[in-house]
């Protein structure tokens, strides 16, 4: 039977059964679900007028607040497909998106944090000779540009809005991959899919109209507008937007505004814990701290739970932009396990744990391919039916990640499969050795990769962030060699200010490499290839 539940569907529910309940709290500004709804049906009668309808392509490049939810809701009315863009993205990334999507509509806000986004526009919206994209025919704003050829969104005339999309099985949204190992793959998204399961794992976070979600989290990244704008619609839950993000400033919004609710990726969690060692807020409301999009490590997870830290609950969800929220870490679930696992295969979805490119399953403790099957896998990737079918083991999703399952079905993250190196026949998983000299005092986050050594193929190198200036790269090793088995231990270690990230946050592998190759030139790197 077709499903008829849209995210235009979801909105109108929550705004018909409740219009004055708080949708968003941004700044000192207040909107409504009813609001909200107006704005929207306003927004795609604009749209309408200006030929935008069902299945075209539309790429968002705006920060996180009303502009960008309007959009977002009336794009899923009138059957448009949102390309999600970061507004860390630069030039390079937004022309690969326009290409990559040929996308018909760009809109996005003129200036955001004093950057010039009009001037990256510019640039983004011809090809490398020069020549304009030939399908881009929409240039809007959300704010005067000084762009040719764009308009201001407030001045579009209103069209005859036709009736809302209801084939909840259509796109609805196309997020990229992040990068980490190579060129970002859209990600298509229908209606259906995504409404259920942003159900699904409110139900499991607790969410009610009670409840202040706090996210400094884009939008635009499927943890965003997925947890953050989704969720909230669905349960009537108030979003409080804590973007740009700072750690002083997110606890001084969670405290401000009682947040019962605060979603980070674990780079963000690490600081907002230090600021609050260093000036604690009433945080007496906070209920849950809901982290996703990285590795958490032990100390990072008791750090939120200890009532010196944050002092909440810690839940911890499990996916991949091709298939959001695979698992989520229940924050009634056992001490040891909210210290260790990414919880459960939520409802509706299987996890199998197999050898690499096996469909043999293996027994609960031993650590294999995750493969993931159930409703919220992705249509495909964008208009590429050749890499889909790569990423598929007959039902199965291929994650990419490597893990294992215990006797309980609690699922435990090692690390991403094509991070993986040998070390004398052992395999060295990365995440592994990360999680372990993160155990060491002073060390904040630590990031692994494989170099290569003449006589076991590959050794690990150790790049570690520190908050104790005095622990130095020697005292590492030296920790190392006393509590590491021999195939894990770093050979080589820097310490350094900050770790390379992509433009969503998660380490950088393929950055890590090129500092490794820059900091030990004289390696054989051609044989490592």
């Keep these: 039977m077709e499903s008829t539940e849209t995210i235009y569907s979801a909105l109108l529910a929550t705004a018909r059964s409740d219009p004055g309940r708080s949708f968003l709290h941004d700044g000192g500004r207040r909107w409504t679900y009813g609001e909200l709804l107006a704005d929207v049906d306003a927004m795609a009668a604009r749209l309408a007028g ?228 260093r000036r604690p807020r009433d945080l007496g409301a906070l209920r849950v701290s809901l982290l996703a999009g990285a590795p958490v490590s032990v100390r990072l997870r008791r750090a939120v739970m200890d009532p010196a830290g944050l002092g909440s609950e810690i839940s911890v969800v499990y996916g991949c932009t091709e298939a959001p929220t695979l698992t989520q870490l229940e924050h009634s679930a056992p001490t040891a396990l909210r210290l260790s696992s990414v919880g459960r295969a939520t409802p509706g979805v299987e996890l199998r744990i197999c050898a690499a490119g096996s469909d043999a399953e293996l027994p609960a403790g031993e650590t294999g391919e995750i493969l993931a099957r159930g409703y919220n896998r992705m249509l495909g990737y964008l208009d590429d039916e050749e890499a889909t079918a790569a990423r598929l083991r007959g039902e199965w999703l291929l994650t990419g990640d490597l893990g294992w399952l215990d006797e309980e079905g609690y699922l435990h993250f090692a690390g991403r499969a094509n991070e993986t190196f040998m070390v004398g026949g052992f395999n060295a998983y990365p995440r592994e050795i990360e999680s372990q000299l993160e155990e060491l005092e002073g060390v904040v986050e630590a990031a692994v990769t494989g170099v290569p050594d003449e006589r076991l193929g590959s050794v690990p190198m150790a790049w570690v962030t520190v908050e104790d200036p005095a622990l130095d790269e020697q005292l590492v090793l030296e920790w190392a060699r006393d509590r590491m088995a021999s195939y894990k231990r770093p050979q080589h270690v820097r310490v350094v200010s900050s770790l390379p990230r992509t433009s969503s946050g998660k380490l950088s592998r393929v950055k890590l490499e090129w500092l490794a190759r820059r900091a030990l030139p004289g390696l054989n790197w051609e044989d490592e290839r």
């Excluded at 526009?121 to 020549?131: C, L, N, Q």
């Excluded at 000084?146 to 005859?160: F, I, K, M, R, T």
């Design 50 to 277: 200006r030929g935008i309808g069902p299945g075209d392509r539309v790429v968002l490049w705006l920060p996180n607040g009303i502009t960008w939810s309007v959009l977002f809701f009336a794009c899923a009315r009138l059957g448009a497909i949102a390309f999600m863009a970061g507004t860390r993205l630069r030039a390079v990334d937004l022309r690969h998106i326009l290409q990559d999507s040929r996308a018909a509509t760009l809109i996005w806000s003129p200036r955001f944090l004093g950057i010039d986004y009009d001037g990256m526009v510019e640039a983004a919206v011809r090809d490398r000779s020069g020549r304009p994209l030939a399908t881009l025919r929409n240039l809007l704003t959300a704010a005067p540009s000084a762009v040719p050829g764009s308009v201001q969104l407030e001045y579009l005339p209103e069209g005859d809005a036709p009736e809302p999309l209801r084939d909840g099985g259509s796109p609805a949204v196309v997020c990229y991959t992040s990068g980490t190992t190579g060129l970002p793959k859209g990600c298509v998204h229908s209606h259906q899919v995504l409404v259920r399961n942003a159900r699904i794992a409110a139900g499991l976070t607790g969410l009610t109209g009670r409840y202040r979600v706090l996210c400094p989290v884009p939008f635009a990244h499927v943890f965003g507008f997925h947890m953050g704008v989704l969720q909230s619609t669905l349960s009537g839950a108030t979003l409080v937007n804590a973007e740009p993000y700072s750690a002083e400033r997110l606890l001084d919004l969670a405290e401000a505004e009682a947040a019962t609710v605060l979603y980070m990726v674990p780079a963000m969690a690490r600081e907002v814990v230090a600021a609050q060692a």
